[in-house]
């Protein structure tokens, strides 16, 4: 599982590499549409992960439609006033459509509003990292390495002390996720911040002071933590260890994006306003 996990990890930075060090134009297109990948293939596992407790959705038209809308929103598409009425009627008269033709009325309304649920929330989770990436790949790339260290760290110093303690690390929250300990707690806090700092400093991704970062970092973990946690819960309810399979030795898609449901949106917003401060 660890070799696994492994060449996952590599062919992600080899991915992450090609957007960050290839030729302008082609890395922004190439993360913009790695962005719509991403946010179709989340709301398609999510839909999946549904599927377990007989809340059936419309998956694949959401997907399609959600993939391409994050690559317009990124490319902002929305100046076009084709486009911006298209992108908000397609979705009103696909749903109102199979209200209409469907010989279950109780059934269609509760499959098209599991659709808009799915639909929302891979968006706001995946869009918020898409839009600062969009903004500057720099503070992109800052964000997302102080956000999954946190959770490396985590895992590698968690799994490190159960070892050295003979599988007595002391659980943080055993009801949702028994795996998760106190001492890999310490040490993603530790991770997340010295990383941050590195970045920012040594690295100047970002030109925050060393208070600053070490706060970020700080909240970077945090952030990431409850994240996973949110993404354990909505595993457990549908009786699953992992989100999907597509990628080994991580899982799903939502396995790696877990850490983004509240830095994704929150640090959009916050580099946001700090931008036009």
Not at 102 to 120: E, H, P, R
């Amino acid at each position: 599982m660890f070799k696994y996990r492994i060449i996952s990890f590599i062919v992600l930075l080899g991915v992450l590499a090609l957007i960050f060090f290839g030729p302008e134009p082609y890395n922004t297109a190439l993360f913009r549409g790695l962005a719509g990948v991403v946010v179709g293939l989340m709301i398609f596992e999510l839909g999946q992960m549904l599927e377990r407790l007989d809340m059936t959705s419309y998956k694949l038209p959401a997907a399609l439609f959600g993939g391409v809308f994050t690559i317009c929103m990124l490319y902002q598409f929305w100046w076009n006033p084709l486009i911006f009425a298209v992108a908000f009627a397609l979705p009103v008269l696909f749903c109102g459509g199979a209200l209409l033709v469907s010989d279950n009325f109780a059934l269609t309304l509760k499959k098209v509003v599991i659709t808009v649920g799915i639909f929302m929330i891979s968006i706001v989770t995946a869009g918020g990292a898409a839009m600062i990436g969009n903004a500057n790949l720099s503070l992109f790339a800052f964000f997302v390495l102080g956000t999954k260290s946190g959770d490396t760290g985590a895992y590698c110093v968690g799994m490190l002390s159960n070892k050295i303690t003979k599988g007595r690390n002391h659980p943080i929250a055993p009801r949702i996720s028994p795996k998760k300990s106190v001492e890999g707690t310490i040490g993603g806090i530790i991770f997340a911040i010295a990383v941050t700092m590195v970045l920012g400093y040594y690295g100047r991704l970002v030109s925050f002071s060393p208070a600053v970062l070490a706060i970020l970092g700080f909240a970077f973990f945090w952030g990431g933590f409850l994240g996973d946690l949110t993404e354990s819960v909505m595993k457990r309810g549908c009786g699953i260890k992992d989100s999907g399979a597509l990628l080994p030795g991580m899982g799903g898609i939502w396995d790696v994006m877990d850490s983004f449901i509240y830095n994704g949106p929150l640090f959009c917003l916050i580099f946001h306003l700090f931008q036009l401060n």
